[in-house]
């Protein structure tokens, strides 16, 4: 027996998706090894009870249908954050005004702190759009990467290879653009203005990905058994090995930088996730006890996850938990500049399926569309998703108040 990584439900071993949440085993390489744990702290076994069969099935059909065109790429990781136990202002995107977002009730545009190529928000719902001083950059399903102005007019087509599948995973950084294609492929950049395609040695299989001033951090899996955590310079030279998993059911959950640590967790299967951090260069690596995060967000000194019964978060230092908001299965968790941008899915009331956000402690909560969403990314003033409902899963974008939708695949 093993058990889905994302929601925590046993599967069969033959399974090819959860019959809960809708992951691809195929993806589950890594996630399936962090064993029976779910990603929120109560058992999300227990919990999904709640829901019936029929309900299940057909979340699942809905879920499996954008993570099967990703091609199982495995990306259940962090977001933007503060160092833990210790304020990190640094790590929080520049140029807004948190105090003057809630005085007007209203989040400022999300923007990436310069060190990093993407916010690590977004990275963890797939990458598939980023900010880069006055351009935003965005991939669809079909191999094609966009880049438009802030207001979303001025689309330039800048990559165009249709046998490179869904384009995700996108950072920029200096004046190139970093991404991933379908099937857990090889790292990729490009000239900003798309010249010079160049796929970067050693990168076979990559899955967690993310810039970091001048340095690429990925995880690697060159064997069936074997996963590495790395990291390699802007122009592909110098990789290093900073972590290696050697057989035992092992794999990395999530990873993200916070001032000069990074932090990761590991899977074991049937056993729980275990939180570590090491430095930049791999050196002291050491386990944060207390806490099994899989899918994992640290925002002022709480740790977020979403699952089914609602969204919770864990305070770093007591562990004490807290549950923020009742939900039938969210999914796609994304704090943004003080708010948590999330879907809910309820097969069972249909008119609580859709696009919410609300406040870092759980106040203001507001649904800003009714649609089945699927890799929630903030970019400027726009919320780039999947159009889960479509057939082919389309690319959309609304503004952050839920007007101007736009179909861009």
């Known amino acids: 027996m093993k058990y889905c990584g994302k929601c925590g439900s046993p599967m069969n071993n033959e ?7 809708g992951a691809v085993n ?19 076994r227990q919990v999904k009870k709640k829901a019936g069969a029929g309900s299940k099935v057909k979340i699942s059909t809905l879920i499996v249908l954008i993570l099967t065109l990703i091609g199982g790429s495995v990306w259940g990781w962090s977001y933007y954050s503060k160092q833990v136990g210790k304020p990190n202002n640094a ?26 190529g993407n916010t690590i928000g977004n990275l963890n719902n797939w990458g598939i759009a980023c900010q880069k001083g006055d351009w ?22 800048i990559f165009n290879d249709p046998s490179f599948g869904w384009i995700h995973g996108i950072n920029v950084a200096d004046n190139w653009v970093f991404f991933k294609r379908a099937n857990n492929g090889p790292l990729y950049r490009i000239d900003t203005d798309g010249k010079n395609l160049k796929m970067i040695d050693g990168t076979n299989r990559v899955s967690l990905l993310l810039t970091y001033k001048d340095w690429i951090y990925f995880v690697s899996n060159p064997s069936s058994v074997t996963y590495t955590l790395c990291r390699a310079a802007l122009d592909g030279n110098n990789l290093q090995v900073l972590d290696k998993l050697d057989g035992g059911g092992q794999g990395y959950q999530g990873i993200q ?18 939180l570590y951090r090491m430095r930049l260069d791999g050196s002291s690596k050491s386990e944060i006890e207390g806490l099994q995060p899989s899918q994992f967000s640290i925002a002022e000194d709480w740790l977020y996850t979403g699952s089914y019964g609602g969204i919770y978060r864990t305070n770093i230092e007591s562990k004490v938990q807290e549950k923020l908001c009742d939900a039938e299965l969210v999914v796609f968790l994304n704090p ?45 003033d726009w919320i780039y998703y999947i159009n889960m409902a479509k057939d082919s899963g389309s690319l959309t974008r609304i503004h952050i108040d839920g007007s101007g939708k736009e179909n861009l695949s």
């Open 257 to 274: 930088i916070i001032d000069q640590w990074v932090y990761f967790s590991i899977g074991q299967m049937e056993k729980p996730n275990k």
């Open 336 to 380: 943004s500049d003080g708010w948590i941008y999330y879907c809910n899915t309820n097969e069972r009331n249909l008119a609580d399926t859709g696009v919410y956000r609300m406040r870092l402690d759980g106040t203001a909560q507001e649904k800003v569309n009714s649609e089945q969403a699927g890799m929630i990314n903030i970019v400027g």
């Open 136 to 157: 935003i950059y965005y991939g669809t399903t079909n191999g094609k990467l966009y880049r438009c102005n802030m207001d979303g007019g001025s689309q330039q087509l």
């Open 91 to 116: 790590a929080l995107p520049t140029g807004t005004s948190e105090v003057a977002n809630q005085a007007a009730g209203q989040p400022a545009p999300a923007k990436v702190e310069s060190s990093f």
């Open 26 to 44: 195929d993806a589950l390489e890594i996630v399936r090894s962090a064993g029976n744990q779910a990603p929120s702290a109560p058992d999300a």
């Open 15 to 21: 399974a090819q998706f959860c019959g809960s949440c």
